[in-house]
């Protein structure tokens, strides 16, 4: 569901990054969980996700925090020139692929960068659950850590600055292997952080291994060459090759909710009624692709000639 919210606030964060207060027009905002985003709708059909990184137990505000990428596509540089207090913006309501086991008995957390947006969040619920927790927090240098005023000295909190004097990359293997036992561990961050830690995890039980991906790792599928049919009205609408399913129902008029286009939001997750998907994205678990009844359509392609979905 789409509303819109007004920019109340900016506040310069750090290199590049800034962080907006978006409060509701009239009434509360709708609940989140920590670990959550939401999809915010720009010019020319952009559309944009971004963590959530204020307390679930606020309904008054969303806070998010933009990075101004430079290989952005238009999204975040867009939001860094033309977003100011008091303008109206267009998001959705928050979705969590990314949530918290509240219930652990101590949390780990791996920060990288912007990453370190959802994580704040998170140690705010474990907090006030009374729950322990640990957080290593990386940039390359001050100017770029954003949030260091809420964080440095707290208990817990640990700034990793690798192009500091001094300073080394994470060595994650072995901040895995230290960790206490039965820990759960979360990483956020740039992609050689996260295969960094899915290399020192893949020991661990899944249960205890959590995730969130920015940008896709692999290219989306896009060999085409087979026909999905759209369940709801028996359309069927060819692929061709070079091309997503996703933009191949964009180019016939079919309208499909979507945001990153790269797999990482879930915005356009479909049921699978029938046929393999071949499945791209990072979001689903490993018994999910299995299962095959549910793929992103922005990226993952069909490993078959035919596939129907419940569209």
């Known amino acids: 569901m789409a509303m819109q919210v007004r920019v109340k606030a900016m506040t310069w964060e750090a290199s590049g990054i800034v962080s907006y207060d978006l409060h509701p027009v009239n009434g509360e905002l709708p609940a989140f969980t920590a670990g959550a985003h939401i999809d915010v709708t720009l010019p020319g059909g952009m559309v944009r996700s971004y963590s959530l990184l204020?307390?679930?137990?606020?309904?008054?505000?969303?806070?998010?925090?933009?990075?101004?990428?430079?290989?952005?596509?238009?999204?975040?540089?867009w939001i860094h020139d033309n977003v100011r207090p008091g303008d109206l913006l267009t998001v959705?309501?928050?979705?969590?692929?990314?949530?918290?086991?509240?219930?652990?008995?101590?949390?780990?957390?791996?920060?990288?960068?912007?990453?370190?947006?959802?994580?704040?969040?998170?140690?705010?619920?474990?907090?006030?659950?009374?729950?322990?927790?640990?957080?290593?927090?990386?940039?390359?240098?001050?100017?770029?850590?954003?949030?260091?005023?809420?964080?440095?000295?707290?208990?817990?909190?640990?700034l990793n600055l690798d192009e500091e004097p001094g300073g080394a990359l994470l060595d994650i293997a072995a901040l895995v292997a230290a960790a206490?036992?039965?820990?759960?561990?979360?990483?956020?961050?740039?992609?050689?952080?996260?295969?960094?830690?899915?290399?020192?995890?893949?020991?661990?039980?899944?249960?205890?291994?959590?995730?969130?991906?920015?940008?896709?790792?692999?290219?989306p599928a896009a060999t085409g060459g087979f026909t999905v049919v759209l369940a709801r009205s028996g359309r069927e609408v060819r692929v061709p090759s070079g091309t997503t399913i996703l933009e191949a129902l964009l180019q016939q008029g079919i309208d499909v909710p979507h945001s990153c286009t790269e797999g990482v939001c879930a915005t356009c997750e479909t049921a699978v009624l029938e046929g393999i998907p071949d499945h791209r994205?990072?979001?689903?678990?490993?018994?999910?692709?299995?299962?095959?009844?549910t793929m992103m359509i922005c990226c993952s392609g069909s490993k078959g000639e035919r596939l129907v979905l419940d569209l």
């Open 281 to 293: 994205d990072l979001v689903l678990t490993e018994s999910e692709r299995a299962a095959n009844k």
């Open 180 to 219: 206490p036992a039965r820990a759960h561990f979360y990483c956020c961050g740039p992609l050689p952080m996260l295969s960094a830690f899915e290399e020192a995890t893949k020991h661990i039980e899944r249960t205890r291994v959590h995730l969130e991906y920015f940008k896709a790792k692999e290219p």
């Open 54 to 77: 204020n307390s679930q137990a606020e309904r008054h505000r969303y806070r998010i925090a933009v990075q101004k990428d430079r290989a952005s596509r238009g999204g975040s540089r």
């Open 92 to 158: 959705s309501t928050p979705r969590n692929n990314f949530p918290l086991e509240e219930s652990a008995e101590i949390s780990v957390f791996i920060a990288g960068g912007i990453g370190i947006t959802p994580i704040l969040s998170m140690l705010d619920r474990l907090s006030a659950l009374g729950r322990a927790w640990q957080l290593v927090y990386c940039a390359r240098t001050r100017g770029d850590a954003a949030f260091l005023e809420a964080l440095e000295g707290r208990p817990g909190v640990r």
